[in-house]
């Protein structure tokens, strides 16, 4: 099994930033692929970022520039830089990895349990 636990959210004003993490723990082989989503109040979760373990990214039109995602060395943890950030920003964020279980040599993909990011004056 595999765990995966965010830190990071919170409150802050427009224009401010913050910067998630999320590590990944557990029977891993490799993590081929972590991501961030985010789902606001009445609303379908959608993609922010993600980033495959070549280093290869990718970002939601709506935080491109803004947004960076990166992740450490081992490639276990994800991080997601958030800058200049907007009241529109305000969602409930979601750490997502494709790993593949060192136990069973399948993939599998899982999910945090969420971190909540509010902006607002």
């Known amino acids: 099994q595999v765990q995966l636990v965010e830190s990071g959210g919170g409150l802050v004003q427009p224009g401010g930033s913050l910067r998630l993490s999320c590590a990944a723990s557990?029977?891993?082989?490799?993590?081929?692929?972590m991501g961030w989503y985010r789902q606001a109040p009445g609303k379908q979760r959608e993609l922010v970022a993600t980033?495959?373990?070549?280093?290869?990214?990718h970002y939601a039109d709506s935080v491109q520039g803004r947004f960076t995602i990166s992740t450490n060395n081992a490639k276990t943890t994800v991080y997601l830089q958030m800058n200049s950030l907007k009241s529109e920003d305000t969602a409930v964020y979601y750490c997502?990895?494709?790993?593949?279980?060192?136990?069973?040599?399948?993939?599998?993909?899982?999910w945090g349990q969420g971190t909540h990011v509010t902006v607002s004056s």
């Open positions: 980033i495959t373990r070549t280093g290869s990214t």
């Open positions: 557990g029977s891993i082989w490799t993590v081929n692929k």
């Open positions: 997502n990895a494709d790993v593949l279980d060192s136990r069973t040599y399948s993939s599998n993909n899982y």
